[in-house]
DNA sequence: AACACGGGGCT
DNA sequence: AGCCCAGTGTT
């Protein structure tokens, strides 16, 4: 390990703890000032048009915040700009209801976030004014350390340093720093102070962006364009062409898995499963059902083969083959089960998961043609 | 500390 | 097919 500090205690106030090596070309108060400044004007040149930078607002930097968490910009940009005329502020969406705020969230993935994006505009309107210090936004549902430094260092200027995904990479590269990781929230917590000595105090803000910019623009996980960097006079590993070596971080085992989900019509209705509201995952969405969901006195029949789909959930891998299907007789549904036809007409009514929709589209247009 | 949580894009 | 992304909450 190049240098080493004490363990972060949550203090997000700069870490008199944190020791550059001598030999490290940001050593000196100089180089870091430097450094600082060239990223500043490296990101004033080189930054994206996003729509939540044009006419920044608190409440925008919020919903854009949420929507990252674990989610690329190109996957944000298509909710963006619908949302925020669904939902133009925090007041507007404090009074809407769940249903059309998870709706709203359809295919953007970790709908606990759109619950709590909703729960916060709720708590935010207790306030006079909005806190300003990231210690008060941890409290409020689904903000974290990386959200709380972010909404107040972009919005109040607040000193807060961000340390998420591209920060762990940028830092771990700047000072090969060849510590292994267990998972990349333990490199975060970890870096976190690192990333406060580095702050450029004059403007939180930017610098937090720039560095988030850089890492997602330049500093990519795989073939980093270390020869375009602005600050590579500065990177031990970028310097010797080995950036793609950091960070080290355990990888986590996929598991595999299948499953069958089945394709049921009648009356022109589509028999979906509705996950139920204390679910942990996908609550309150509907999916196709899978044989499981059915009580034992019914039992989908005459299956056909429609498609093999496969997808990637967190760390597991899943194969799912839709089945044409038939319940026996013409049995009725008892409300102890949480299957609904639903008219393919209203379909769009209903909340989908992401793929379910795609499959469900797909599906419907084959069969027409059929 | 370990795990669950969605979905998609890139290699 | 694996990896990871502007992470957070729960156990």
């Known amino acids: 390990m190049p240098f080493s500090y ?3 205690r949550g203090r997000m106030q700069p870490s008199s703890d944190v020791k550059i090596p001598d030999n490290h070309p940001l050593s000196s108060t100089k180089a ?3 450094f600082g400044n060239e990223l500043l004007a490296w990101y004033d040149e080189h930054k994206r048009e996003l729509p939540w930078r044009t006419s920044p607002s608190l409440y925008k930097t919020v919903v854009s915040e949420f929507m990252l968490q674990q989610t690329r910009v190109s ?3 298509p909710y963006f700009d619908g949302w925020m005329e669904k939902f133009p502020d925090f007041a507007s969406l404090a009074s ?14 970790y709908y606990s976030r759109a619950r709590n994006l909703r729960k916060l505009a709720k708590e935010i309107q207790a306030f006079d004014a909005p806190p300003e210090d990231p210690e008060t936004w941890q409290t409020f549902p689904g903000v974290g350390p990386y959200v709380a430094a972010a909404v107040t260092s972009i919005n109040f200027g607040t000193p807060a340093a961000v340390a998420d995904g591209n920060v762990v990479r940028i830092l771990t590269r700047i000072f090969a720093h060849d510590e292994q990781f267990r998972d990349g929230a333990t490199a975060q917590r970890k870096l976190r102070p690192l990333a406060q000595a580095l702050l450029n105090e004059n403007n939180p803000g930017d610098h937090n962006q720039a560095v988030m910019e850089l890492g997602a623009t330049v500093c990519h996980r795989r073939s980093p364009l270390c020869l375009t960097c602005p600050v590579l006079k500065f990177c031990q590993a970028g310097q010797c062409g080995d ?8 990888k986590r085992k996929v598991e595999r898995l299948s499953i069958d989900r089945l394709w049921i019509v009648r009356d022109n209705a589509l028999l979906l499963n509705r996950i139920p509201d204390d679910s942990k995952r996908l ?16 039992r989908p029949k005459n299956t056909l083969h429609l498609a093999t789909k496969r997808r990637a959930i967190a760390n597991q891998s899943i194969e799912e083959r839709i089945l044409r299907a038939e319940l026996e007789g013409n049995r009725e549904l008892s409300d102890d089960t949480n299957l609904e036809f639903i008219p393919f007409e209203k379909l769009n009514e209903v909340t989908l998961s992401g793929p379910h929709r ?3 589209k797909e599906l419907q247009k084959k069969l027409e043609l059929a």
């Open 6 to 8: 004490e363990k972060d």
């Open 32 to 34: 870091l000032e430097s």
């Open 75 to 77: 996957t944000v940009l």
């Open 96 to 109: 809407a209801s769940e249903e059309k705020v998870v709706k709203a969230w359809e295919g953007l993935g």
């Open 243 to 250: 950036a793609e070596t950091y960070p080290i971080i355990d």
């Open 283 to 298: 609550a309150g969405l509907y999916e196709l059902p899978c044989p499981e969901d059915f009580p034992e006195n019914i």
């Open 358 to 360: 795609k499959w469900v």
